[in-house]
């Protein structure tokens, strides 16, 4: 899935096309061969296994496994188009999954891949007819539909840990409650950006000060007194508009998307043989979904299944079926999305007449 992270254009102009330089190149390319040494190392050294006894593990998979898992993995992918509909009134779920498709696949593959994917996704709203202000008005309320959700995430995580039976330090309590408050205030903060604008202009006031403070520290030039001001009443209402609307498809979208992906990884779990609460296995997959977030690989691999099967230990679960488990989840949720997205720019080509023709028709 992907994630937009890159500014938004003002107008109705097309973006100019977006072109790797030399650098980017060559940093995607080492971002890549550190994403390799690090799953490598990383998650049998997390696990406590070797890479032979999770293949021996992975083989006790019968082909229902495989069937069930793929089935979620491809309910997941239509299940989050509900947060481009609903983000962006006239665009169909075929669309919506071309995409979140080949957005996907850039994301996977460049450590910095939120800009491609937003030239991606401008590219294609323009084939299809879209304005560059519904564009950008989708790739803002998406953005902080994830953005909510990745803070969401852990505090899901939190609240599974604290009411699961797993034995952890002593001085884990008073962190977990301290983290809990931390992530909560921060959505609350995130949702009242949102619904007022007195609000988001008040923390866009302070984002400012921030930035004239450390402007003043670094000795650089000192930035617009108001320019985070105006841009985060600007942004709220813009984006109230469209939540107004769709916020019943982007909410579903959103949670029914990771639902789906939890559900996935349950059923690896108790396939592999991992006797696991469900609390045990939310919070691991929380703390898989956050890791992702980690930018120094595509998609935070390595880091992300360390990580996880270092939790799954911890939590009881054998090695080789930590590592196993991880290993099926890294598969569902970034090998296959290459591949698919491969795939879905072909489709992108193939019905490239079918939705000019409907542009012409709706013209």
Same mark, same amino acid.
């Given at each position: 899935m992907?994630?937009?992270?890159?500014?938004?254009?003002?107008?109705d102009d097309p973006p100019k096309k977006w072109r790797p330089s030399g650098f980017q190149i060559a940093a995607s390319l080492a971002s890549l061969a550190l994403a390799v040494v690090l799953f490598g190392l990383l998650l049998p050294k997390a696990a406590g296994t070797g890479w032979s006894e999770a293949w021996d593990v992975l083989t006790q998979l019968s082909w229902l496994d495989v069937v069930v898992m793929t089935g979620l993995w491809a309910l997941g992918l239509w299940l989050y188009t509900y947060v481009y509909t609903g983000s962006m009134s006239g665009i169909t779920h075929g669309q919506a999954l071309a995409l979140n498709l080949t957005g996907s696949l850039v994301s996977n593959l460049l450590p910095f891949?939120?800009?491609?994917? #937003?030239?991606?996704?401008?590219?294609?709203?323009?084939?299809?007819?879209?304005?560059?202000?519904?564009?950008?008005?989708? #790739?803002?309320v998406s953005g902080l539909a994830n953005l909510l959700i990745r803070i969401a995430l852990p505090v899901i995580g939190?609240?599974?840990?604290?009411?699961?039976?797993?034995?952890?330090?002593?001085?884990?309590?008073?962190?977990?409650?301290t983290t809990l408050v931390v992530l909560l205030l921060a959505a609350a903060a995130v949702f009242a950006m949102l619904v007022s604008p007195r609000?988001?202009?008040?923390?866009?006031?302070?984002?400012?000060?921030?930035?004239?403070g450390i402007a003043r520290l670094l000795r650089r030039q000192v930035p617009a007194d108001d320019r985070l001001h105006a841009a985060a009443i600007d942004m709220q209402s813009r984006a109230s508009v469209v939540l107004r609307r769709g916020w019943p498809a982007i909410t579903f979208g959103m949670v029914a998307y990771y639902a789906s992906e939890l559900a996935l990884f349950l059923w690896a779990l108790d396939a592999l043989g991992a006797e696991l609460g469900v609390a045990e296995t939310t919070a691991a997959f929380a703390l898989s979904r956050v890791l992702t977030s980690v930018v120094v690989t595509p998609s935070g691999v390595g880091v992300s299944e360390a990580g996880?099967?270092?939790?799954? #230990?911890?939590?009881?679960?054998?090695p080789a079926i930590a590592a196993a488990a991880v290993l099926v989840l890294h598969f569902y949720t970034y090998l296959i999305e290459i591949p698919a997205?491969?795939?879905?720019?072909?489709? #992108?080509?193939?019905?490239r007449k079918r939705w000019n023709k409907e542009r012409s028709v709706m013209g």
């Amino acid at each position: 899935m992907t994630t937009p992270d890159a500014p938004l254009p003002d107008g109705d102009d097309p973006p100019k096309k977006w072109r790797p330089s030399g650098f980017q190149i060559a940093a995607s390319l080492a971002s890549l061969a550190l994403a390799v040494v690090l799953f490598g190392l990383l998650l049998p050294k997390a696990a406590g296994t070797g890479w032979s006894e999770a293949w021996d593990v992975l083989t006790q998979l019968s082909w229902l496994d495989v069937v069930v898992m793929t089935g979620l993995w491809a309910l997941g992918l239509w299940l989050y188009t509900y947060v481009y509909t609903g983000s962006m009134s006239g665009i169909t779920h075929g669309q919506a999954l071309a995409l979140n498709l080949t957005g996907s696949l850039v994301s996977n593959l460049l450590p910095f891949g939120g800009a491609a994917g #937003v030239a991606n996704t401008y590219g294609l709203t323009f084939t299809w007819g879209f304005s560059g202000i519904r564009t950008s008005l989708m #790739v803002l309320v998406s953005g902080l539909a994830n953005l909510l959700i990745r803070i969401a995430l852990p505090v899901i995580g939190l609240f599974a840990l604290m009411g699961s039976s797993a034995a952890l330090p002593d001085a884990a309590g008073g962190v977990l409650i301290t983290t809990l408050v931390v992530l909560l205030l921060a959505a609350a903060a995130v949702f009242a950006m949102l619904v007022s604008p007195r609000i988001a202009g008040w923390l866009g006031a302070v984002g400012d000060k921030a930035l004239w403070g450390i402007a003043r520290l670094l000795r650089r030039q000192v930035p617009a007194d108001d320019r985070l001001h105006a841009a985060a009443i600007d942004m709220q209402s813009r984006a109230s508009v469209v939540l107004r609307r769709g916020w019943p498809a982007i909410t579903f979208g959103m949670v029914a998307y990771y639902a789906s992906e939890l559900a996935l990884f349950l059923w690896a779990l108790d396939a592999l043989g991992a006797e696991l609460g469900v609390a045990e296995t939310t919070a691991a997959f929380a703390l898989s979904r956050v890791l992702t977030s980690v930018v120094v690989t595509p998609s935070g691999v390595g880091v992300s299944e360390a990580g996880t099967a270092g939790l799954l #230990v911890l939590f009881g679960t054998p090695p080789a079926i930590a590592a196993a488990a991880v290993l099926v989840l890294h598969f569902y949720t970034y090998l296959i999305e290459i591949p698919a997205g491969i795939a879905g720019w072909g489709w #992108v080509l193939a019905m490239r007449k079918r939705w000019n023709k409907e542009r012409s028709v709706m013209g």
